[in-house]
């Protein structure tokens, strides 16, 4: 009896390169020819900039999906001139939580992940604050513990980078980091990094963004999930969320409502980003959802 | 100097059918063949079901796009086994509305048509009301004016069916029409019938829906356009929006705030419609959005 | 140094009862005869109905809080001829949650409730299941597993009762807890319950909502939070959130993103019932926010 | 027989100033004392700045429904302090356009209008081009064509002024009117002034917000209505709309999705406005809805 092509190793594909005819045939076809069944393909063109985009997801028949994974990765660069990345379905990414004293936002990625969401797993929680100590033990994560303080800055973010490597992380995680990583970590860090800042962006980008927000007497107020890119709060957004506020809303309701955003739109976007579902192109984001 | 895909004449098809390996790579390949450029391609595989959906929309190169059409039709029928409509971009739709005295939903559609955002035209407003009479009149629309008396509705939905047929109408739109069309009028119109119905369905099926609403103490009220099948309000749903509402709000104001939701619903689902974007199948919709 | 008024014993009062003129001024007149300060007041006139409704918050002036809401209630019952409900802003509420094998909506309330968002305290988790043991012994909560048995129903809500009653519980909330309770139970429990559907009632009401949601094929989903009353579902509503979804999102992506929407709704309600902002009226609610 | 509250005179009245005890008390007992019946009062205090804000409305037994009014007035700034701004429900105001090429939101507000939502009148559309002529015709509004030729901006501006006062226009709304008034126009113009901004301010303020949203890659855009400032689009917010957008929406898209949430949000911010549920507040907005 025949594997049905969801119950084959899935091979996922994010493409991109400079447009002409035959792509999509190129790319399907060669699936077909290994004898793969398409699960999913999605593309987008930029018609102004002349660039295609795919994101193509399909059981493979293969009995080394590795290696059929390298072969399209050659095909699609060498003969198709796209940009790939592509990936195993079934591999199991490490995440790692950076997390200060607001723990909301890491508290539901934890749940998110015990619900068993993800195909990955949370690796570790680094912290400057205790806060996140307890629940992380008690979710079996380790935690670590690293102070920051005045002058230490480079100190520091050198322990978090070799923690990082030796876990070999595939993504991080600023759930509510209120410190700001140099433009060095990021040039090191090898791993995408995603942001949740607090406010509609690019509205209210810096520090304490519900106090402007208050101040200037918005109607609504949002979360934005984004790449950390070095410029503060200037990076790829990769989801937002909003909601209804009113003159009623003090600057603690604010707070308040705002928690129940940031958790939403980071996970959403955590999310996506493991599903492999998010293209970045010159500082904006292709999500395939 | 070549022309841009964007200015070929545009070819665009809506596939369904059982799902096998190779319908992909099959479509973009034989449009590849024909020199055509794919602009837009969207896919859905209904796992459980085991059927594929598909949306194609590529520029042709052929200089008798008609043909091209036909060609296709018997390669996706004949070759892949599927049920296929295709239409060509650039022939504008002949639309006809039909309503009562509600009529800001027409006078949406009205302006919808007038600002340029459809390949389509209203041919005709028919109403049992003359309320739209002076507003047809200014937009340059023919106004028929059926009266509905008791016991004549039979002979009135022959009226309409034959100015429907003479006027070779490609789609009926009922906003806010207050009448109900018999089975025999939608089993001999000929061509697809959207309606707007003024609440969240499956909730509040049938008449009064905002008294419904308001007995029930909802917290949001909404708006469904949907094709209409012979039974009441349980046609394939286009598209649903809906809003807060709160226990401030009387019948009057849920009629206000809901006549808000029927033109958004109502504005979009044609507007999904005639740009070949939905796909009906066993009572539900394909959105290609 | 005078304090400010919001530092002092805060009173909330609920009333609602036949609409006359002089009302507001009563209440108002009454509370600044006893030196207190109006913090918030909130009415609302059914014009239709002849009913007036009030919320009114005020810090008190008083050494003696409980006896000033006494007074309060004597007036506002007698002269005003209104039902009252009055408590004291800072008692700590006592709430008891019911759950089953679905966690997510009880996880949401520990959190809120640790975040410090409640004048109150989750005294006991209720379970016919295990699921929720570690996480309450993790948030110090009492844990009362309660098995369910064919033919012992009787039985247990028999202990469930005793139990609520030997906590002087003052809500209880059911967060996904998948039995529908009897209504003797419901008779004796003694205080408020609220229960989390995971539909956009009144649709799709009883068993296996985005099962019907989905064969539906409806472009947005819900949950609602509402008080339970003996008929199933369908007791006064609290809140409800929505979501758009499409013919992409299989059940399983319902019930994902239901998950969403119920700790969403959820959590709403309970702190909108847990501030005094609820005031029920016919199967309805007034919620003064 | 005696007539029903809603059937009598109404009279709408929005204070504002410092806060202290027996502000509800004593303008409730006043309206009592008249033998007026509240029909609605809603009250808000800031808590940090001390300020206290009222919107009342009631039925008025006199025979003199002007004369309370300014007894009323009289009152609440002399013995309570506050500032006093107060309105007879049944007055028509006077409504002016000021409206471009863009058409979509003026034909909105005129729909509205005709829907019979409003208690005003449109008397006056001005425009620099002459694309609303024949709708304003066909809706019986007097059109005024005052180009806008460069270096005559002081000369139209003057002109407008002059038919506004002529018109004696309560309100004067921008309906996407594409130019910007100066200070002068302003200081002048003796009635406040709505425009829609077609971003989600304070994000993308000035020229082309759509294709700056674009640039930025944002998921979310919004259309804002406000009061006119000398300040360019900084003005009080009165609302804001906001809908999903993708990588799929060229800039094109975003003008169309846009345009709906401009006419929602203009559409709600007049209406706001007509019903005197809009205070002013320290260039913020206290919105009684």
Redesign the interface.
């Known amino acids: 009896m025949k594997s ?3 119950a084959r190793p899935r091979l996922i594909a994010l493409l991109h390169g400079p447009d002409r ?5 190129g790319v ?2 060669w ?2 020819r290994q ?14 900039a002349g660039v295609f ?1 795919q994101r193509v997801e399909w059981g493979s028949s293969s009995p080394d999906a590795a290696s059929e994974a390298a072969a399209f990765h050659a095909y699609a660069a060498e003969e198709l001139g796209m940009s790939v990345s592509i990936a195993l379905g079934s591999r199991r990414q490490r995440v790692a939580i950076l997390v200060s004293q607001h723990v ?1 936002a890491c ?1 539901e990625l934890l ?1 998110d992940w015990r ?1 068993g ?1 993800w195909t990955a797993d949370i690796v570790a929680l680094l912290s400057n604050h205790t806060t996140m100590q ?2 992380a033990r ?1 979710h079996g994560v380790p935690f670590h513990h690293l102070p920051m303080e005045a002058g230490r800055k480079a100190e520091v973010e050198g322990r978090q980078l070799a923690l990082l490597r030796e876990l070999h992380v595939d993504l991080v995680v600023l759930a509510r980091y209120m410190q700001i990583l140099s433009a060095d970590f990021l040039a090191h860090v090898g791993c995408p990094v995603i942001n949740i800042h607090h406010s ?5 980008a810096g520090a304490r963004p519900y106090h402007q927000a208050h101040a ?5 107020i ?1 979360a934005t999930a984004h790449y950390v890119t070095p410029v503060l709060d200037d990076g ?5 969320e ?1 909601r209804r506020v ?3 809303d ?1 600057v603690d309701d604010l707070l ?1 409502k705002g ?2 955003l940031e958790k ?1 739109a980071l ?1 959403e976007a955590v999310r996506l980003h493991l599903e492999h579902r998010v293209l970045v192109y010159e ?5 395939f959802d």
Do not use: C, M
């Open positions: 049905t092509p969801e005819p035959g792509l999509v045939a399907s076809g699936i077909y004898g793969g069944t398409i699960l999913h393909a999605d593309q987008h063109r930029d018609a102004s985009f909301h508290q749940l619900q969401e307890e629940a008690e509609f962006l690019p509205a209210f200037r007497g918005v109607k609504l949002g790829p957004i990769i989801h937002q909003v009113s003159h009623r003090a308040r928690r129940g939403l996970s500082n904006k984001t292709v999500v």
